[in-house]
């Protein structure tokens, strides 16, 4: 869905263009000229100017007028891009999962002649430090860090990963988490489980509340009840999904399969069924997110949500580079679904 631009950020964009194209080259017009100029009101005209001061592109005199920042609208091209993965993620880039999107970044920047380079302080990403300096970046977005990403947009492109920004003007390329595990609950519900756990991530982002929120409705929608003593607030981590299992294990009437927000989880529950005694999927069906490169590997093979990982990396590169080469991204969310991967740990209820 298109969703039309504000007018201050049509008047904004319009400015930068006429920047760009050289037809303002040193002070601009005043405010109610532009207003006339644009067909809008000069308060929207103002809210604009002060965006791109802002954003250092403009810069006012009290007493002379506003100006093109000509260094800012001209910067120096470095062919180096950011990625952005926040140092409180567990394990960081060594994570099975963050492992991938990385790899894949990585190649896409490569095929389009950019560099890629990994961050876990935006400080170290502001273009004003010549040294560590970058087109652009990709950033793993969370709501505890979206006060750096106001900050740091500033300065140079972004586009955002894993979340949205309550910001909506930010650029965003995430995973249909929803729908991807209310379509696994309802595979496991037509292979006639009743009695399915699930083992959440942390609870700090849209990725694991959408997750949850999937697996609520496909309860819902087929007429089961929530047992709440199915529900297990994970952390992500192989440690995690082992707590999780021995949880599910110890209750009077376990439950026949398991659906996991991460393949992690998934695999440390996968041990602790199989040391208690317990058959996969012959006993316990399990089910995991994201397909890292170890769930084809383990006994029984992970059936998972393989995550579009090619597709994210390629998407997300191509909005960073419209937006270096001057083109508006503002409000573009792409979406893209995760693909259910059947495997052998999981079967229908005996």
Do not use: W
């Amino acid at each position: 869905m298109t969703k039309s631009l504000p007018k201050y950020i049509k008047v904004k964009n319009k400015i930068k263009e006429d920047i760009k194209n050289g037809k303002i080259v040193d002070k601009l017009p005043g405010e109610r000229v532009l207003a006339t100029e644009f067909d809008v009101a000069y308060m929207t005209v103002r809210k604009a100017l002060m965006e791109l001061q802002e954003e250092g592109i403009l810069h006012r005199s009290t007493t002379k007028g506003t100006y093109v920042s000509h260094s800012k609208m001209s910067p120096k091209v470095t062919k180096n891009i950011g990625f952005f993965l926040d140092d409180k993620i567990d394990e960081g880039i060594s994570s099975p999962y963050y492992s991938l999107i990385f790899k894949a970044l990585k190649k896409a920047a490569k095929d389009e002649g950019y560099n890629l380079l990994i961050y876990s302080d935006t400080d170290d990403m502001n273009p004003i430090n010549d040294q560590k300096r970058i087109d652009g970046s990709i950033i793993c977005c969370f709501p505890r860090i979206e006060y750096k990403i106001q900050e740091l947009k500033k300065f140079i492109p972004i586009v955002l990963l894993d979340n949205m920004a309550s910001d909506k003007s930010i650029p965003s390329v995430t995973i249909d988490n929803f729908n991807s595990v209310f379509d696994s609950t309802k595979y496991l519900i037509s292979l006639g489980h009743e009695r399915i756990g699930f083992i959440s991530g942390l609870m700090d982002s849209d990725i694991c509340k959408d997750r949850l929120h999937g697996y609520l409705s496909a309860l819902n929608n087929n007429n089961l009840h929530l047992d709440k003593a199915l529900v297990y607030k994970g952390d992500y981590s192989y440690a995690s999904g082992e707590k999780a299992a021995r949880y599910f294990l110890s209750q009077k009437v376990p439950p026949s399969a398991i659906m996991c927000a991460n393949d992690s989880m998934a695999i440390g529950a996968m041990k602790i069924i199989q040391e208690l005694g317990f058959s996969i999927p012959k006993n316990i069906s399990v089910v995991g997110f994201d397909d890292i490169e170890v769930a084809s590997r383990v006994f029984p093979t992970l059936t998972t949500n393989a995550a579009p990982i090619d597709d994210i990396a390629r998407k997300s590169l191509d909005l960073l580079i419209s937006a270096i080469n001057g083109k508006n991204i503002e409000f573009q969310h792409i979406i893209l679904p995760a693909k259910l991967v059947l495997r052998d740990s999981s079967t229908n209820i005996k």
